[in-house]
């Protein structure tokens, strides 16, 4: 009963997180791109 009790909470709070490393993953690469270009220019 405890774990209906938990689940609902642990996605909401999960949920921006997730967003917050989507969006630091997708940074992390466009910095990482954008790095070999100006090393390659």
């Known amino acids: 009963m405890t774990n209906i009790d938990v689940n609902p909470g642990t996605v ?5 997180w997730k967003e917050l490393w989507l969006i630091g993953l997708s940074n992390a690469l466009l910095l990482e791109r954008t790095g070999q270009s100006l090393a390659k220019g």
């Open 12 to 16: 909401s709070f999960y949920e921006p």
